[in-house]
Each structure stands twice: as C-alpha cells, then as structure tokens.
C-alpha cells in the first residue's frame, strides 16, 4: 500500500516567517515529488516539483528531497496571509503519471 | 489557454439515484484523470486514460462507478446507484507531463 503522511495541522504562523510542511513516503520506489496548494474550495495547483536528492528554489518557496529517510518537505520563506491553504504532498513510480496524495497540510498565517 | 472544464458545479441528489459528470481536459493533453476528494483528505485517483484507453481503474468501485473517454477527448464518469459515502468532489485533471496535472474546478456531490 502506496502511503502519503502528513501532519494535517493547522500550521499557524506570523507573517513574514517560515513555514515549514513535511511529508513521509512509504513507496521507496517514487521517483517524482509534488507539492499543490489548495485554497478552500477550490481545486489543487501545482507549486513545486522535485526529482532528485538536495533542494530545489522557487521564489520563496524551497522543496527539500530525502530518498534514503524518504522525507520531503517545502519551506515558504516571508509568509504572507496569502500564502493559507491546504498543501498537498504527492509522489509518484518511475514512469508513472499516477499520483498518491496525501491529506494535506492546513497552513494558517497570521497578519 | 483554457484550463480544464467540468460540469456541473454542484449536484445534490438522493441516495440509490445516478448522476454524471462531465470533463474537458485541456487541449492536446493526452491523460486524464478522475479523482475523489472527501472533505479534509487528500485526492484519491478514480480512473487513469491515456488517450481513450484505461490506464489504471484499480480504485474505481465498479459495481456503481463507470468512466468512460471517446475520442481521447471528453470524459464523463457515473455513479448508479449512489451511496452517502459519494459524497466528495470529484476533480478531473489532464497532462502531458507526468509533472504538470492540471485540475478542473471539481464538481460537489451531496447524497442525501
């Protein structure tokens, strides 16, 4: 069974800080890592992708990777209140399209 | 370039009665999928298509459940008969790369 863990929170933080989110995989097989952020209500978009051991930046957002602890995590840097949302982690096989969310991670931040 | 369309919106029905729903995948984008969401989880693969093929339907619950793709375009996914524990969003997304899967708005099934 293809598991996806996350902390469901709320996540509440002072705007300007970091927001950390983590995420575990069972699979050691996912090769793709994904993080979506979902606003209430509406549907997931993707933020960040990351295929490979180490750190990967995109504006204020950094998605980490571990294979070998089989951890994965994003850091928003500066939060704003924008920034609340569900963020989803998800991963998926060598080749494959198919992708095993997690419950997500209800992150709240504060003005 | 237009995003991923579904219809409808919303839907509120009565248990053992059927509905559908219907999904455009963005243009040229080969896969679709079916998911299910259930309030405070994450989403949860129905139903893969490659072009008008069956990917992967290993969660799809086909005594009640059915999708179908012709032309390798619009995709309509059906419940009959449904059950309360229906009730969800069903998103549909499309792709072309295994990174970068579009959602559609979803559609809210309420089983009374």
């Known amino acids: 069974q293809k598991e996806v863990e996350q902390n469901s929170g709320p996540l509440s933080v002072p705007e300007g800080a970091i927001a950390s989110l983590n995420c575990t995989y069972s699979d050691r097989g996912s090769q793709s890592f994904f993080w979506y952020r979902q606003y209430s209500g509406k549907s997931p978009e993707l933020i960040m992708s990351i295929y490979s051991n180490g750190d990967k930046e995109d504006g204020r957002f950094t998605a980490q990777l571990n294979k070998a602890s089989q951890y994965v995590s994003l850091l928003i840097r500066d939060s704003q209140p924008s920034d609340s949302a569900t963020y989803l982690c998800g991963n998926s096989g060598a080749g494959s399209y198919q992708l095993t969310f997690g419950k997500g991670t209800k992150l709240s931040v504060i003005p | 370039e237009a995003g991923v369309a579904q219809s409808p919106r919303y839907k509120i029905i009565e248990k053992r009665q059927s509905v559908a729903f219907w999904c455009n995948p963005i243009s040229g984008h080969a896969t679709l999928y079916w998911y299910q969401q259930i309030l405070g989880q994450g989403p949860k693969l129905l139903i893969q298509?490659?072009?008008?093929?069956?990917?992967?339907d290993s969660q799809l619950p086909k005594d009640r459940f059915s999708a179908e793709r012709l032309k390798g375009v619009d995709s309509t996914l059906k419940i009959q008969p449904a059950k309360l524990e229906d009730s969800a969003v069903y998103l549909c997304?499309?792709?072309?790369?295994?990174?970068?899967?579009?959602f559609g708005p979803g559609t809210r099934l309420t089983v009374l």
């Open positions: 997304a499309s792709s072309m790369r295994v990174d970068e899967q579009f």
């Open positions: 298509f490659q072009n008008n093929g069956v990917v992967d």
